[in-house]
């Protein structure tokens, strides 16, 4: 099976709340993970990443916790737009190789006006 | 700036058919990707390439070939088109983060 996957594939929001996407990786020696937002018909947009020897990192309205305990990755959006409305996908790359970027499948995002 | 651009946006080829994928990016990336992705999953590596004259396979390379002549340009070959191809294709260039084309829509009937 695939080592990194997603614990939902759909979640639907109320415009204004945050949002959690979560994701869930199997291969400790992954030391980079990115977070990708794809809208329809588009392709993947970087969001965020981060490293292993971090635990957080913040963006633009958005942040990434790593948990290297448990293998586990979250994408948190504050203050949900519809804009944001879209496909993302979490990935995650070992030993610096650029040509070893392993998506997850994705969690479709839905925000209700 | 145009980024990454791939051409055609969209093709429908019959089986055994041949063709290309073009991929141009022009912010002199080193690295550049060919990823498929299936209908409600992921994206998949086919090949990769570290620079012009360097290419390597990815997770899925069967039916597939790349060359890297430039930097700009890197090109996927399909030589005999099978249903199982049928997929949205991209491309992709990096120095650090991954920068994606808009996707090639290819059905193989």
């Known amino acids: 099976g695939e080592s990194v996957g997603l614990h939902l594939p759909t979640l639907s929001v109320q415009e204004g709340d945050n949002s959690i996407i979560n994701c869930a990786y199997s291969?400790?020696?992954?030391?980079?993970f990115i977070w990708y937002k794809q809208e329809s018909g588009k392709g993947p947009q970087f969001i965020i990443d981060i490293r292993s020897n971090m635990d957080k990192r913040q963006g633009q309205r958005v942040t990434v916790l790593l948990n290297k305990t448990v293998k586990h990755l979250s994408l948190q959006i504050a203050a949900t737009q519809p804009g944001d409305s879209a496909v993302y996908f979490c990935a995650e790359q070992s030993g610096g190789s650029q040509g070893n970027l392993i998506f997850g499948k994705g969690t479709k995002l839905s925000v209700k006006p | 700036n145009a980024g990454v651009t791939q051409t055609p946006k969209f093709r429908i080829l019959k089986i055994g058919q041949s063709m290309t994928l073009q991929c141009t990016q022009d912010m002199n990336h080193n690295y550049m990707y060919w990823y498929r992705q299936d209908p409600g999953m992921g994206l998949k590596l086919i090949y990769y390439s570290v620079g012009a004259g360097i290419t390597d396979k990815g997770e899925v390379p069967n039916g597939y070939n790349v060359s890297r002549s430039t930097t700009e340009d890197f090109p996927l070959r399909l030589e005999l088109a099978a249903p199982s191809q049928t997929s949205v294709y991209f491309c992709?260039?990096?120095?650090?983060?991954?920068?994606f084309g808009p996707g090639t829509r290819l059905t193989v009937l």
């Open positions: 992709a260039s990096s120095y650090n983060e991954q920068f």
């Open positions: 291969n400790s020696a992954s030391d980079y």
